[in-house]
């Protein structure tokens, strides 16, 4: 078993070291569980045109794939597979997100969780659980509040921030009951 399994990638190309697509080839290549293509900043778009770039590379690698925020065209590309940010999944139309066989959202409480889960979520992302450079000045929810979340729910959690890779963050998530660890900085910067 490799530590892979148990990390979803989650792309930020403002601090990837080579373009996108190529990052993505080589994070691939060493099989993380899933990715999350986030890139929450793009015009719609240019994100499809970065969706039908990543799409192809994900495919090949056997990675699962994720696209994010715009539902429509995670339909219009054929992907199953979309994470929304909790305001934008409350937004939804059911018939539309019934199209999809995995729905996922970002979650910053227990009642949160259960809010997604009515909603529809197959999964949550609860964060950021470690102290990180992409919420900086912010504080760290931390473990009990991960705990919290695993426990309200039962859905797959996924823990995200400041996770970087560590083996022993990684432990720490899974022992207080996620199902997986997100990685974005850890792994746009190899």
């Known amino acids: 078993m490799s530590i892979y399994d148990n990390v979803i990638a989650v792309t930020n190309r403002h601090i990837s070291k080579r373009p996108l697509p190529e990052q993505v080839r080589r994070i691939c290549g060493m099989h993380p569980r899933a990715l ?4 929450k900043d793009l015009p719609e778009d240019e994100y499809e045109m970065l ?3 990543v799409i192809p590379i994900c495919t090949e690698a056997g990675v699962p794939l994720a696209l994010h925020f715009y539902p ?7 992907a199953g597979r979309i994470h929304l940010p909790l305001w934008k999944l409350e937004q939804m139309d059911k018939k539309v997100l019934r199209q999809f066989k995995l729905v996922g959202t970002s979650v910053h409480s227990a009642k949160d969780a259960q ?7 197959s999964y ?12 900086k000045g912010l504080p760290a929810r931390g473990l009990d509040f991960l705990r919290e979340v695993c426990q309200s729910v039962d859905v797959p959690v996924y823990a995200i921030g ?15 009951g996620a199902d997986a660890a997100c990685v974005m900085s850890g792994l746009m910067n190899i």
């Open 36 to 39: 999350i293509l986030r890139e």
């Open 115 to 121: 809010r997604a889960v009515s909603l529809g979520a």
């Open 51 to 53: 969706a039908r770039a």
């Open 162 to 176: 400041g996770i970087n890779m560590d083996p022993e963050k990684i432990q720490a998530v899974m022992d207080c």
């Open 72 to 78: 429509e065209v995670a339909l219009k590309l054929g």
């Open 124 to 135: 949550v992302t609860a964060g950021h659980v470690f102290e990180t450079d992409c919420k």
